[in-house]
């Protein structure tokens, strides 16, 4: 398979979730993807485990609020960059960069401190991508 290139930050869109354009830091020194949300609870979907949360698709925007739900994929015990170990929420979802679409798992957590709402981290890069640690919005027009 014939990888895409893709810059250290690009525009993502996360269909099942109704955002479009979230702006992703690449980190592949991030084993999951990380996804900033607030008012997480646990809920049920069709009989089945889920969570509710709030999201802010829009960085310049932070009073814009989309309320989204998604089946709990997997509760983890994640390590952040700042050492500190937390239980986090997964999700799995279907996601967009350019032409590519494929399925990655999301932890949910407060990335307020952090420059951008999402990570797309290893697991998500996987086989699929190279990037160009030098350029922004290589695969997405950003």
């Known amino acids: 398979m014939d990888r895409i290139i893709i810059g250290h930050i690009e525009n993502i869109d996360l269909p099942d979730l109704g955002i479009q354009q979230l702006t992703v830091r690449v980190d592949s020194g991030a084993q999951t993807s990380s996804l900033h949300v607030d008012n997480i609870e646990r809920i049920k979907i069709d009989q089945k485990p889920g969570v509710a949360f709030d999201l802010h698709p829009e960085i310049h925007d932070v009073d814009k609020v989309v309320r989204c739900q998604a089946l709990l994929h997997d509760v983890r015990k994640v390590k952040s960059s700042n050492g500190i170990s937390e239980q986090r929420y997964v999700i799995k979802t279907p996601a967009v960069l350019g032409q590519y679409h494929w399925n990655i798992e999301i932890t949910l957590t407060d990335r307020s401190d952090m ?12 086989e699929h991508f190279y990037i160009d640690a030098a350029n922004a919005f290589v695969a997405s027009n950003g």
């Not at 420059?115 to 996987?126: F, K, S, V």
């Open 115 to 126: 420059t951008y709402l999402m990570l797309l981290g290893r697991q998500a890069i996987g």
